[in-house]
């Protein structure tokens, strides 16, 4: 580091993507109207310090709706569910709301158009990630094959190559995915793709911004929670471009190590950090290493989801 301090560049855009955003304002808003204690499905989004103040605010967090009483008001993650998960809860005395990320329920949408239209389709995504599990479930077992790298691209197989369709989960590395289509596309030549991208507008731009930001950095820090696909993609973008990168949720994890040798660093947060937490970050690393902050505005974000109808405030 310089003696004149760090200079930190600050990605634009970062942290809350619109899906997030109306996550939360459903949780908060459900709070308002019905009172804790509200119930939710799995963590609303994945990030620590969202999920530890909405706990602090009466949401309790389970991992199955077996788990939440009778009359109770149960909330569906962003991340979406399988069709078991949305059947049980509707067999229950449950004040149900769906605070499924549009672009998910989109994807879910494809899934079930393919399967009438007698696809075999393959889903792009990390095993055991909660929004696999709900695209997965939304046919019955063994109609979907994951596919989670080129590796197993080149090894998958179908029933009839002439009908092959491919899904994605919305937060993958545009990188490797573009590798595994590839690949697929290779050996089924007739590959049926999404009609629109599936992976979301917020996770390529933030990895678009970042990998923008690379021949002028030392080192990447993300603001996220280890459990956040997004977040760590962001990691990875830089570090495949040989670019030092590390995830975090507070400041205070940062260790001294990081900065030495460094003069710039690019700040940035996945799409479930807070920006309370970026702007914390900033005052930490000034105060610890003094320097200058500039914005690094790659594009502009401008989109918005509704409210599910019965939270809508009139």
Request: glycine share 8%; proline share 4%; net charge negative.
């Amino acid at each position: 580091m310089s003696d004149s301090g760090l200079k930190i560049l600050l990605a634009a855009p970062r942290g809350f993507c619109a899906g997030v955003d109306r996550a939360i304002d459903i949780v908060e808003r459900a709070l308002e109207i019905f009172g804790a204690p509200i119930y939710v499905r799995h963590e609303i989004v994945h990030n620590r310090h969202v999920v530890d103040r909405l706990r602090r605010q009466g949401v309790i967090f389970v991992d199955e709706v077996e788990e939440i009483p009778d009359g109770a008001v149960a909330i569906f993650s962003a991340h979406g569910v399988s069709k078991r998960v949305r059947a049980d809860a509707g067999k229950r005395p449950l004040r149900v709301v769906d605070a499924t990320c549009p672009l998910v329920t989109k994807v879910h949408l494809e899934v079930h158009r393919l399967a009438k239209e007698g696809y075999t389709i393959l889903l792009i995504g990390h095993q055991g990630h909660i929004e696999v599990e709900g695209t997965i479930g939304q046919l019955p077992a063994g109609r979907m094959t994951l596919v989670q790298n080129p590796a197993e691209a080149e090894t998958v197989e179908v029933a009839d190559p002439e009908r092959v369709a491919y899904v994605t989960q919305t937060t993958l590395s545009l990188d490797e995915t573009d590798d595994v289509v590839k690949i697929l596309r290779r050996r089924f030549p007739k590959l049926r793709a999404p009609a629109k991208d599936d992976i979301c507008y917020a996770t390529q731009n933030r990895q678009n911004t970042v990998k923008a930001m690379m021949d002028q950095i030392d080192l990447l820090l993300v603001i996220g929670s280890k459990n956040s696909s997004n977040s760590n993609r962001l990691v990875e973008v830089a570090r495949s471009r040989g670019v030092a990168a590390h995830l975090f949720d507070e400041p205070e994890e940062m260790e001294d190590g990081w900065f030495e040798g460094v003069r710039t660093v690019g700040l940035t947060a996945g799409a479930s950090a807070p920006e309370d937490l970026v702007q914390a970050t900033v005052k930490h690393l000034l105060d610890k290493h003094g320097g200058t902050v500039e914005e690094f505005r790659h594009t502009e974000e401008s989109v918005e989801f509704q409210l599910p109808r019965e939270l809508a405030k009139s």
